[in-house]
């Protein structure tokens, strides 16, 4: 061994393991431009284009469809239409065979994909696609579940009922009682790469697909379907996207069977990357929900007796709106505990773009609702709407069963909120907002601390699974493969870390690898907040299993018993010596050792039986509170965020610094879905707000002035979690209701407080200024 060798076996501790403030593995090639897209690729000889043609009545039968000038424009080289699917023309997730991969017969909302023009080039294929004559027997549509009868509405598929106890009868003999009816709108995922995939034809059945998806087993299993082979034919391969929020979950599913469709018809790849046009119009979004609530309470705010009602716009077909919907139920306790519980959910048709998954799941409406019920209570009582919040929180040791009748055993939100109620001065800056308003006509203030709880798992059981793929090759370097994807959240380098952790070696000797089909099958959906929890078992299994075997060759190469093994930072020590990591598999690997391994992880505990309402559908729950100051101008409806402060566990964080930016994220995204994200239907169903133009998410000027984000480091996970890490996806988007709550409290500043301004989100600068007008009018202020 030389010197250099030596000096290494020295070093007292790994460089990148779990805890540690790691920075995202592939951040200096974001921010320098050499990060690799699909559409960076190196185009494969030969590339052809696809595009797609959509429909321009938002509900009709198709007389007639004439495409000859499509296919005689330059440089088109077919017009694929559903008739052409080799296999199956459906793509419908759930397998209710509900969504077409191109309709045929009729269409069911303004944008729906007809036809796909595959070109030369991208530029020829969409001016093709101009060239389309179709006749439309045009049909009556709906677009908003406000104009429908939401309780006798079409249904895209089952609707679930939560209850426990008689809501009825609790809110009836309830000394107080409040009904009303609460509007919450969608939201676009708008990623900086929007929908992309490349096939590549190969020998016999097969073909490879670039997709950017979050669920490349799904993908393989569609694209398979729609061209009727088996899916060992199909190879889906992604290495990052550009953002996916759950954009990418089912949607990216169309357009990779279209390329793999068109790649083996015509032996030629083919790629499809629709404009962000296109991409908003075609694609689903998150729901737009319409909650009714009928709650019963006492003098003191204690809710006696609750009954909700979310009708949700799901658009024409089912794909992820029976589980999402499902999921607002699950969350509309939030952190606060009903004796009795109504809930139900009516996914709703409309012709619209199919909704889909987003960041929450349904979540973030389930909670939004119960938070105006808080807030009525409150104002029918002139109390702070934090002391009601209080009142109601979910106990320790009782008062601590949900709707869906699993059992809270850890919360943590009364500490929580304490410590941010304290550290954020809350009861200072309420009585200093309360001077100012006093002194103010036209600007005025509002401050709201709103807590968090959510639960972490899948709800279909089935999808609480993870496997990954670990090989050490002989010189010690790690090659590491899971069935998680990465789309900028962090996951692949805190799945790093756990191996590095492992088998106590610097992260640089662990080469993080694409996630492919064919190497990791049967994968769940990076979704769910489940990324890291799923795969990073997964992947530390597959490195016990390699550890393992290296503690049973060294013990029997060197005569030493397995407790006098130890892995320490780049080096083993055995018996009374010490071997370098990468010396040791060397040895390994010349006795014969099987140096890889696969690795696997099911969720344990998880269970639901929807039929009956009942189950321990999340393995644990993660908690949160935000609290958020605002300024309005009462003559515009414009505001600021003046401040936000967050305190969020995550338990013992595996990245802090990646943690950090995850809360910091996931708020900004919720502040703008219940802000200034607003979507737009017109008379003819069309979809108006498309584009950067038409459509504002959250710029940079309009993040909280002051920003604080601090990560709770007492509670570690109640669940044995990998190293008792806690989800952090999903959570903090919902820290974001805090931004709402503030707005609608500076608005009921104008009427004294006297009433609840019932603000809507998003909570345009419009929505805000009527609401205004509104609390004027009632209070004559």
């Known amino acids: 061994m030389n010197k250099h060798a030596t000096a290494d076996l020295k070093a007292t501790r790994i460089l990148g393991g779990v805890a540690t403030d790691q920075r995202h593995d592939s951040a200096h090639k974001h921010v320098t431009g050499t990060a690799v897209y699909i559409d960076d690729m190196p185009e494969p000889a030969g590339l052809l284009h696809a595009c797609l043609g959509l429909s321009t009545v938002a509900h009709g039968t198709i007389r007639s469809i004439d495409l000859s000038a499509v296919r005689a424009a330059p440089g088109v080289i077919d017009v694929l239409t559903g008739h052409d699917m080799p296999g199956s023309n459906d793509i419908s997730p759930t397998g209710r065979a509900d969504e077409p991969v191109l309709a045929t017969g009729i269409v069911q909302f303004f944008g729906q994909p007809v036809f796909a023009v595959i070109a030369e080039s991208r530029e020829q294929a969409r001016r093709a696609c101009r060239l389309a004559k179709i006749d439309y027997d045009e049909k009556p549509f709906v677009t908003d579940v406000w104009d429908m009868d939401r309780r006798a509405g079409k249904l895209v598929t089952d609707p679930l009922t939560l209850k426990r106890g008689d809501a009825a ?48 087993s799904e993908v393989q299993h569609m694209v398979a379907h729609v061209l009727g082979v088996p899916s060992h034919a199909v190879t889906v391969e992604i290495r990052r996207m550009g953002g996916g929020f759950g954009g990418k979950e089912t949607q990216g599913n169309q357009f990779a069977a279209l390329a793999a469709v068109a790649a083996k018809k015509l032996g030629r790849a083919v790629k499809i990357r629709p404009d962000r046009d296109d991409d908003m119009t075609a694609t689903g979004k998150r729901h737009d929900f319409v909650i009714d609530y009928e709650v019963g309470f006492d003098d003191e705010g204690t809710i006696l007796g609750v009954d909700y009602f979310y009708a949700a716009r799901c658009g024409f077909s089912s794909d992820l709106s029976g589980p999402v919907t499902d999921r607002a139920l699950f969350h509309c306790d939030n952190t606060y505990y009903y004796p009795a519980v109504r809930a139900q959910s009516a996914p709703l048709y409309t012709n619209t773009v199919s909704n889909t998954a987003f960041r929450g799941f349904g979540g973030p409406q389930g909670m939004i609702g119960c938070e105006r019920v808080v807030d009525e209570i409150a104002f029918a009582l002139g109390k702070d709407p934090l002391d009601i919040r209080r009142k109601n929180f979910y106990g320790t040791t009782d008062r601590n069963v949900t709707p869906y009748h699993q059992t809270v055993e850890d919360n943590i939100i009364h500490r929580l909120v304490d410590e941010l109620e304290e550290s954020a001065d809350y009861q200072g800056r309420r009585r200093a907002i309360a001077d100012f308003n006093a002194g103010s006509s036209v600007i005025k203030r509002g401050l709201a601390l709103t807590p968090l709880k959510f639960g972490i798992s899948f709800t279909a059981t089935h999808f609480n699974q993870a496997g990954a793929l670990v090989h050490v090759y002989a010189d010690g370097s790690v090659h590491l493969n899971h069935g998680g994807t990465e789309m900028g959240q962090g996951l692949y380098v805190k799945i790093a870390q756990i191996v590095a952790e492992e088998f106590q070696i610097d992260i640089d000797q662990v080469k993080i690898t694409a996630t492919t089909t064919g190497k990791v099958p049967n994968t769940s959906a990076t979704a769910a907040s489940s990324g890291s929890d799923l795969n990073g078992m997964a992947a530390q299994a597959a490195a016990r299993t390699i550890r393992d075997r290296l503690c049973d060759f060294a013990a029997e190469k060197y005569g030493v018993p397995h407790e006098q093994i130890e892995f320490l930072p780049n080096r083993v020590r055995v018996g009374n010596q010490e071997i370098a990591f990468g010396e040791l598999t060397q040895q390994a690997y010349m006795a014969r050792v099987q140096l890889s391994a696969t690795g696997f992880y099911k969720t344990p505990k998880v269970r639901w039986d929807r039929d009956k309402g009942e189950g321990h559908p999340f393995y644990y729950f993660a908690y949160g509170a935000a609290c958020a100051e605002v300024s309005i101008d009462t003559l515009t409806g414009e505001y600021v965020v003046e401040r936000t402060d967050i305190l969020h566990e995550t338990g ?107 603000l809507d989100a998003p909570a345009t600068p419009e929505r805000v200024l009527m609401a205004v007008e509104r609390v004027r009018a009632q209070t004559g202020a």
């Open 169 to 216: 009868a609790a809110i009836e003999a309830a000394p107080r009682r409040i009904k009303g009816t609460m509007r919450l709108g969608g939201q676009d995922h708008f990623y900086l790469e929007g929908q992309i995939a490349l096939a590549v034809p190969g020998e016999d059945m097969d073909v490879t697909v670039f997709s950017s998806t979050q669920h490349p």
């Open 652 to 758: 013992r964080s595996l990245n802090r610094a990646i943690d950090i930016g995850q809360i910091e994220g996931g708020f900004i995204q919720g502040m703008g879905w219940l802000t200034t994200e607003e979507l737009v239907w017109d008379d003819k169903g069309r979809l108006r707000t498309h584009a950067p133009s038409t459509y504002k998410i959250p710029l940079a000027s309009d993040r909280p002035k002051i920003f604080n984000v601090t990560l709770a480091d007492w509670p570690e996970a109640h669940e044995p979690t990998v190293h008792r890490s806690k989800a952090v996806g999903e959570p903090p988007f919902m820290l974001a209701m805090c931004v709402l709550h503030a707005l609608s409290d500076a608005v009921a500043a104008v009427g004294d407080h006297t009433v609840c301004p019932r």
